[in-house]
T-cell receptor, first 116, second 111 residues
C-alpha cells in the first residue's frame, strides 16, 4: 500500500519554541492531507485539512495562528506549532488520501510532542 | 458526515474469533466503510474496506448487511499482538475525504 512518512517521531522542546512536523507521501501524490492530534487514551481529533496550493481548512476551535499548515507540493505538508506551550503536548498524526482511486487514507507514524 | 458508534472495549482470548460491530445509521449512498487498527504511539493502519456484502483479506473479514447501517469486523483467531484500538470510519472519498474518528473499540487479547 501507499506510504506516508512523518518526521520527527518525537520532539521535546522548551516552552516558546516553534516546532515543525513534516508529512510526506512517498509513492503517491496527495492533493489533500489531514492533521490530527491525539491525547492519551483518546481518539484522533481532526485539526485541519491541508490542500495543496491553497489555505488549510481548520476545524472549529483549532487556532490557525498556533497551528500553521503549509502544503506547498503534492507530496509534502508541514504542521508548525508556533510558540509551543505545555498544553500543546500531544501526539500529532497526519494522513493522506491515495490518488490511485482508492477510497482510503494512509497515516503517518505520528509525532509525540512534549513541551517542557 | 456519518457518525459511527462502536463498543468502547472488548476482551478476548488468544485463538478466538473476535467480532466488532459498528453502527452507522446515517451512512450515505457514496460512503465506504473502512476499519483501521491503532497501536499505542503509532498512526492508524488500514485493515479492510467495503461497500456492501462481505469482504475478506488476509487479516480480516468485513460483513455489511443490505441496509448498510452497520458493519462487523471479524478477526479470526486473534493473538496477543492484536491488542489495539480498532476504528470504524465512514466516508465517500470525494471532496477531500474528511474523516472524523469515533471513539474506537479497545480490544484486549489475553493469553
Amino acid at each position: 500500500g501507499a506510504v506516508v512518512s512523518q518526521h520527527p517521531s518525537r520532539v521535546i522542546c522548551k516552552s516558546g519554541t516553534s516546532v515543525k512536523i513534516e508529512c510526506r507521501s512517498l509513492d503517491f501524490q496527495a492533493t489533500t492531507m489531514f492533521w490530527y492530534r491525539q491525547f492519551p487514551k483518546q481518539s484522533l481529533m481532526l485539526m485541519a485539512t491541508s490542500n495543496e496550493g491553497s489555505k488549510a481548512t481548520y476545524e472549529q476551535g483549532v487556532e490557525k495562528d498556533k497551528f500553521l499548515i503549509n502544503h506547498a507540493s503534492l507530496t509534502l505538508s508541514t504542521l508548525t506549532v508556533a510558540s509551543a506551550h505545555p498544553e500543546d503536548s500531544s501526539f500529532y498524526i497526519c494522513s493522506a488520501r491515495s490518488d490511485r482511486g482508492e477510497e482510503k487514507l494512509f497515516f503517518g507514524s505520528g509525532t509525540q510532542l512534549s513541551v517542557l | 458526515l456519518a457518525k459511527t458508534t462502536q463498543p468502547i472495549s472488548m476482551d478476548s482470548y488468544e485463538g478466538q474469533e473476535v467480532n466488532i460491530t459498528c453502527s452507522h445509521n446515517n451512512i450515505a449512498t457514496n460512503d465506504y466503510i473502512t476499519w483501521y487498527q491503532q497501536f499505542p504511539s503509532q498512526g492508524p493502519r488500514f485493515i479492510i474496506q467495503g461497500y456492501k456484502t462481505k469482504v475478506t483479506n488476509e487479516v480480516a473479514s468485513l460483513f455489511i448487511p443490505a441496509d448498510r447501517k452497520s458493519s462487523t469486523l471479524s478477526l479470526p483467531r486473534v493473538s496477543l499482538s492484536d491488542t489495539a484500538v480498532y476504528y470504524c470510519l465512514v466516508g465517500d472519498g470525494s471532496g477531500g475525504f474528511k474523516t472524523i474518528f469515533g471513539a474506537g473499540t479497545r480490544l484486549f487479547v489475553k493469553a
